[in-house]
């Protein structure tokens, strides 16, 4: 027989399995009862670490010509970074791109290249999150024209997702303490334990702006929630 009860987050099992062949010696010895519980933790953290997604895109009529203009901003951008006190370890190139641009003609005529554009986006990792509205303003002032994407995220997030893991096997636990009181028994030792974490991080997109060279661009982290669910099995000790 098996019974489920669902609430919230949390799945209980109340398993009370048939009787079956465990041995020669033992063939109608039944198998013991068990419970079974899912339980979920949530934690929440203030970011203390970032990425930045740093591009500069360049159009020229030649590929040499719009290559030399964005070496030129973005070489600015990266010598600005290490000013600002990016070491060599968190700056990174994460695309380089050379594509033509085409334009195709009416009336079947053959399509004609007009120019060339060159994208190169560079990956920096800020250690401090008062520094990332600082790289952002100081790239965008060099010539930077894509910020791509911002992402948040928690040097302590190990720490954060253990007492996520403390709360969801309490929330198991008592769970698995609720349904053996109902079904008449009490809850035996526990016999399994696992996890699988599900962690949210932050993220946001940065658009540019004409107003982005003239104010701060305002940065809110805000929180990040560490998730993680815990399924437990226990013995059933009837009374």
Do not use: H
């Amino acid at each position: 027989m098996r019974t489920t009860m669902v609430g919230g987050p949390l799945c209980v099992y109340l398993m009370l399995l048939p009787a079956g062949p465990a041995s020669a010696q033992a063939v109608n010895s039944p198998l013991p009862a068990q419970i079974t519980t899912i339980g979920s933790g949530e934690a929440r953290i203030a970011p203390d670490r970032a990425t930045i997604f740093i591009g500069v895109q360049s159009r020229g009529i030649t590929a040499a010509a719009a290559s030399a203009d964005n070496v030129k901003r973005q070489r600015a951008i990266i010598d600005t970074l290490r000013a600002l006190g990016f070491g060599s370890d968190q700056l990174s190139t994460m695309n380089y791109n050379v594509a033509p641009e085409i334009q195709y003609g009416q009336n079947n005529q053959p399509p004609k290249v007009t120019g060339y554009s060159v994208t190169n986006t560079v990956r920096a990792d800020v250690r401090r999150i008062e520094d990332v509205a600082r790289a952002i303003d100081a790239s965008l002032a060099k010539g930077a024209n894509e910020i791509s994407g911002l992402q948040f995220f928690s040097s302590k997030a190990d720490s954060v997702r253990r007492s996520a893991l403390s709360i969801a096997v309490a929330n198991a636990r008592a769970d698995a303490e609720a349904l053996a009181r109902a079904a008449g028994g009490a809850l035996g030792p526990l016999l399994e334990v696992s996890t699988e974490p599900s962690i949210r991080p932050m993220q946001g997109m940065v658009g540019v702006t004409a107003m982005a060279a003239r104010a701060p661009t305002p940065i809110e982290p805000g929180e990040q929630s560490v998730t993680v669910s815990v399924t437990t099995r226990w013995l059933f000790v009837a009374r």
